[in-house]
């Protein structure tokens, strides 16, 4: 290994989602952000959602940042509104 890389400050890596949500994670973006989940959380407008949802999934804008918010919110106020946690097996992913 390059001693520059091994003398470089730590480094994150990021994680495909744009392409992920417009692939394998499509049925479960779908599922997740509907206007009664994305209502129950607070958010009275879904033609916002949606069209943040249209124009991921057409190119036209990433909204990579965005559905990943409200995907992990409707996640975690599905699973709080019913006092149980989804068992990570409901929506297995194939994360290779």
Same mark, same amino acid.
Request: aromatic content about 8%; some cysteine.
């Given at each position: =290994?390059?001693? +520059?890389? &091994?003398?470089?400050?730590?480094?994150g890596?990021?994680?495909?989602?744009? $392409?992920r949500?417009?692939?394998?994670?499509?049925? *479960?973006?779908?599922?997740m952000?509907?206007?009664?989940?994305? !209502?129950?959380v607070?958010?009275?407008?879904?033609?916002?959602? $949606?069209? &943040?949802?249209? @124009?991921?999934? +057409?190119?036209?804008?990433?909204? @990579?940042? @965005?559905? %990943?918010?409200?995907?992990? *919110?409707? &996640? %975690?106020?599905?699973? !709080? /509104?019913? $006092? @149980? =946690?989804?068992?990570?097996? $409901? %929506? /297995?992913?194939? *994360?290779?």
């Amino acid at each position: =290994v390059p001693q +520059a890389i &091994m003398d470089r400050k730590k480094q994150g890596f990021g994680v495909p989602l744009s $392409r992920r949500f417009r692939g394998e994670l499509r049925p *479960l973006l779908c599922d997740m952000l509907t206007a009664r989940r994305m !209502h129950d959380v607070g958010i009275q407008d879904f033609s916002i959602v $949606r069209r &943040m949802i249209d @124009e991921h999934m +057409a190119g036209t804008y990433d909204r @990579e940042l @965005e559905l %990943w918010t409200l995907l992990v *919110l409707g &996640m %975690w106020a599905d699973a !709080h /509104s019913r $006092r @149980e =946690v989804r068992t990570p097996a $409901r %929506w /297995s992913v194939q *994360l290779v």
